[in-house]
């Protein structure tokens, strides 16, 4: 039947128009009597359709077929309609997947480009993550950052680390750090003051997951 199938229909044509301008799942013992049955296979006889439904939308329509009159019960219009369901969730979360990496990407490129240096440590404070700024702050190349400066408060000179540590802690704690000033030793050999905010990072459940420089 491949070769005369129709690839499309209208909104108000056969069982799956029905279903999708009502947004109720339609079961059909018998198509022979409905007179907006679209013969799409000639050896259909019965036919059960369910709406996927996003945001209380009809998106889509799962249509099932028989060559067999009544072949389908109560228990195979809940299997559908589950099937259904699980489509439309499956759906709505490939979206907001796709919104999600969007804004990360958006958000990176806008990190990347800075001029103010940005640093994120995970958990136990080691840098996980340096923007190109950085170079500028300290004189090493980007993978020269992550392998040198293990923890965070290795960005400052020996004499300011316990200030920049307990900065650190108090953020990593869930309290933001403002204004926090010491010394970056340059790669030239150069001391320069540094201000830095920091920021606690929140994963679900209130799960610390580091801090933001």
Known sequence: HADSLETSIDIDQGIVGRVARSGRTVRVDDVSRESDYLNWWADTKSEVAAPVRIGGVVEAVLNVESDAVGAFGEADVIVLETAANQLAIAIENARLFGRVKESEEEYRSLVESAPIAVLQLD???RVAYANPAVTDLTGF?????????????????????????????????????????????????????????????????????????
């Open 123 to 125: 958990p136990s404070g």
């Open 141 to 213: 190349d980007h993978a020269s950052v992550l392998t040198r400066f293990l923890h965070g408060d290795e960005l400052a000179a020996p004499e300011d680390r316990p200030r920049l540590r307990d900065a650190l802690e108090q953020a990593a704690a869930g309290r933001a750090q403002r204004g926090i000033e010491f010394r970056a030793t340059h790669a030239d050999g150069r001391t320069r003051w540094v201000a830095a905010e920091m920021q606690p990072l929140v994963g679900d459940g209130g799960v610390g997951k580091g801090v933001l420089i």
